[in-house]
């Protein structure tokens, strides 16, 4: 079968400002896949091309086969229905309930009826280990308990990739092992394919099948591979000083 996700020859640019140039890799179904490196290599900016927020300066990004940019405005958005996101800060709504913020994808792309999609916010927050906080606002939460929310609207409409932003990003060491924990356990209960940003180490070689490396200074991939071997095998140093926290 072919790649879940493959990115052909891309590169990301605002104007002339080249961000990262010549990058090619492959992301295979059912796979954690990581974008790492140092602050201000693109890692991020690599996220939203792949969602489709910003469109590459040249090259591809296919997804299921398919050209995401040269398909049509309907095509994109079919695809992009077989996506969840949960963004670095969680981003919900404080406004709203948590069963509020996890229903409205449901709102938005369902014609299920109130009582339905009732149902499938409690079943998606009870994966998330928060059955019956339907009715707290995410002011009356933790941090951790908020990234958790996220993940449960990521995964409201059952998508095929599941997108994180430094998931990890303002937790304690416990909960964000718990996170990378249930990243795992969702990976595997529901054979999504997993994509997530990160430069934590403890989080990259806990769950990480397959990674690409950024890097700033010459602004393309220094790398593909299981991060554990990259670690154990490459003679790059400048992929050993992030992967050993510079102790090379």
Same mark, same amino acid.
């Given at each position: ?14 104007g ?5 140039? =010549? @990058? ?5 179904? !059912? ?5 790492? !490196? ?7 900016t690599? @996220? ?18 398919r050209?995401f940019?040269? +398909? $049509? ?5 079919? @695809?992009?229905r077989?996506?969840?996101? @949960? ?6 709504? +404080? ?27 409690? #079943? ?7 059955? !019956?906080?339907? =009715?707290? #606002?995410?002011?009356?939460? $933790? ?9 449960a ?12 932003d430094?998931?990890?990003? !303002? ?19 529901? $054979? ?57």
């Amino acid at each position: 079968m072919p790649a879940h996700i493959e990115v052909r020859n891309l590169t990301m640019a605002f104007g002339s400002f080249v961000i990262q140039r =010549d @990058l090619n890799f492959s992301i295979e179904r !059912g796979e954690i896949f990581v974008i790492m !490196g140092g602050s201000g290599c693109g890692k991020s900016t690599l @996220l939203r091309h792949l969602i489709g927020l910003i469109e590459p300066a040249s090259g591809e990004i296919l997804i299921n086969d398919r050209n995401f940019w040269a +398909s $049509s405005p309907e095509e994109r958005e079919n @695809l992009l229905r077989r996506v969840g996101v @949960l963004y670095q800060s969680g981003a919900l709504w +404080s406004s709203m309930t948590l069963a509020e913020n996890v229903a409205m994808p449901l709102d938005v792309a369902t014609e299920l009826s109130p009582s339905q999609i009732r149902e499938v916010v409690s #079943y998606k927050l009870s994966l998330v280990g928060l059955a !019956g906080f339907e =009715d707290f #606002y995410p002011s009356e939460i $933790s941090g951790g308990m908020r990234k958790r929310v996220g993940l449960a609207r990521a995964m409201a409409l059952d998508p095929e990739i599941l997108f994180f932003d430094e998931p990890s990003a !303002g937790l304690d060491p416990i909960n964000s092992r718990r996170l990378d924990d249930l990243i795992l356990e969702l990976r595997d209960s529901l $054979s999504a394919t997993v994509v997530v940003v990160t430069h934590e180490l403890f989080s990259i070689f806990a769950i990480a099948d397959n990674s690409v490396f950024l890097d700033a200074e010459t602004r393309t991939m220094r790398a593909v591979g299981n991060p554990k071997k990259l670690r154990d095998e490459s003679n790059d140093k400048k992929i050993l000083e992030f992967l050993k926290r510079g102790e090379i």
